[in-house]
């Protein structure tokens, strides 16, 4: 089935405490991306990857890092995070441009930093 | 404010009536696509329609763009207890070379059974 996966689906942390939410699509997809969903704010992307090696900023990358190594994961990287972090996670991919193309959405990682 | 901006925030309607949304965006683009959420899920894509394109139709849904208002509206006919979930729009700037999508806020759309 051709899907986006994300873990973990919920995560309580602390402030500080490195976590890692990983990414894998088994659609051969160029194109990635993360977005947090946040209540009156919509979604924002926070960094976007055309290929393997390949990343770029979105709208906020405070604070955040990812990598591209292979073709199908994009882990998101929260080296210290903190409460302003705590929002709805979603990863997405699409054939190549978003222009052009949809975009599958993961199911979500609720993240909460106490 | 955001690129797409959904309008209204809010609708409540009655199983088989029609539901509208509308989405205003500042700057020019090349497409627009929508998005549905269902409550806390990922983003699901239901059509996309391009800047070239007036009007697209799928299933029961209508969308219309109006580059000149800066404006697009989704339609759904005979509305189902099962389309409640959250409506998005989603704007490409030409400006961002295709790289980049824009999400608005969103409508809730409730409808009763």
């Known amino acids: 089935e051709a899907q986006v996966t994300q873990n973990p689906r919920y995560l309580i942390t602390v402030t500080g405490k490195k976590l890692t939410v990983t990414c894998s699509q088994n659609?051969?997809?160029?194109?990635m991306s993360w977005y947090r969903q946040d209540p009156g704010l919509g979604l924002r992307q926070i960094y976007y990857?055309?290929?393997?090696?390949?990343?770029d900023k979105g709208d906020v990358p405070e604070g955040y890092k990812v990598s591209r190594k292979e073709k199908r994961n994009f882990p998101l990287i929260l080296e210290s995070p903190s409460p302003n972090q705590t929002s709805l996670y979603f990863c997405?991919?699409?054939?190549?441009?978003?222009?052009?193309?949809?975009?599958?959405f993961g199911p979500g990682t609720r993240l909460t930093v106490l | 404010s955001q690129q797409g901006e959904e309008d209204p925030q809010a609708l409540s309607i009655q199983e088989g009536e029609n539901a509208t949304m509308n989405c205003s965006y500042k700057?020019?683009?090349?497409?627009l696509q929508w998005y549905r959420q269902n409550s806390g899920r990922g983003l699901v894509h239901l059509i996309l329609?391009?800047?070239?394109?007036r009007e697209k139709h799928s299933g029961r849904l209508r969308v219309t763009l109006d580059t000149s208002k800066k404006s697009s509206s989704l339609l759904i006919t005979a509305s189902r207890a099962a389309d409640t979930a959250s409506y998005f729009c989603?704007?490409?700037?030409?400006?961002?070379?295709?790289?980049?999508?824009?999400f608005g806020e969103g409508t809730q759309l409730t409808v009763n059974p």
């Open positions: 659609m051969n997809h160029e194109y």
């Open positions: 989603a704007t490409d700037a030409r400006e961002t070379s295709g790289s980049r999508l824009t």
């Open positions: 997405a991919s699409s054939l190549s441009l978003p222009r052009y193309n949809e975009q599958f």
């Open positions: 700057t020019s683009i090349n497409n």
């Open positions: 329609i391009r800047s070239n394109e």
């Open positions: 990857s055309m290929n393997v090696e390949v990343t």
